[in-house]
């Protein structure tokens, strides 16, 4: 987990252990927290009826940290599974699909030397479906929107090796992914972001994860 050659938080690299986890294929898109917003009577985000934005298979975007959170309440009770949002740690090695150490899903190649790049998200998040899955068969992954985490952002703890997670308090908290709205548009694997948990923005969404379910209960 991290990257010595990038920015000052992704260090220390080191190796940790993860329990089992599934984490979604793709995040959570508008038609899927439409039918949230509609059992539950939430808030919708500030930018829900903009058009350029509200394509039922585009990700759902200028959710909160806290709207994230709740929709995986929402969905973990209409489930009867303990859906959440996946760590920091989780999100990497999904992201990686199994190249480790690689700079990217696909490897150490550029972000630029990737099919269509020059013509992708111009104005706007894509569907959630679109692109190549990696090697988990994850799509998405480092690209289109950054993906809120569970965790709150700070320094790593080097000496956290099995399940590691954020502070335990915090201002800000932490997200992986690439964004639409940015000049590089794909991030690497290692490369961390974070804002307040009550901030909307336009390039902000997530995925759902969830716990071994072989997992005794007070374990997941």
């Known amino acids: ?7 000052d938080d992704e260090k220390p690299v080191r190796r940790i252990r993860l329990d089992a986890f599934e984490l979604a294929l793709c995040p959570v898109t508008n038609a899927e927290y439409a039918r949230f917003l509609e059992s539950t009577g939430h808030s919708p985000p500030p930018t829900w009826n903009d058009p350029i934005l509200s394509g039922g298979e585009q990700p759902v975007v200028s959710v909160s940290w806290f ?6 309440d929402w969905i973990a009770s209409e489930t009867g599974r303990a859906f959440r949002l996946p760590t920091e740690a989780e999100w990497e090695y999904a992201a ?3 190249l480790e150490g690689a700079l990217y899903p696909w490897g150490d190649d550029p972000p630029q030397t990737r099919a269509g790049y020059a013509t992708r998200w111009l104005d ?19 690209a289109n929107i950054h993906e809120w985490c569970s965790d709150w952002y700070g320094p790593y703890a080097a000496s956290a090796a099995e399940n590691p997670h954020g ?41 759902i994860a969830l716990s071994d379910p072989r997992l005794p209960a007070a374990n997941r």
């Not at 987990?1 to 920015?7: I, L, P, R, T």
């Not at 679109?130 to 480092?142: Q, R, V």
């Not at 502070?167 to 964004?179: I, K, V």
């Open 1 to 7: 987990m991290g990257c010595e050659a990038a920015a």
């Open 67 to 72: 709207d994230a959170v709740a929709y995986c």
């Open 96 to 98: 990686r699909g199994g």
């Open 124 to 142: 706007r998040p894509e569907p959630v479906h679109s692109g190549t899955p990696n090697g988990y068969g994850l799509l998405g992954m480092c």
């Open 167 to 207: 502070p335990a308090t915090g201002t800000r908290r932490a997200s992986r992914g690439g964004s639409w709205r940015h000049q590089i548009r794909m991030s690497r694997c290692a490369a961390r972001s974070s804002i307040p948990p009550g901030f909307h923005y336009a390039d902000y969404g997530f995925r």
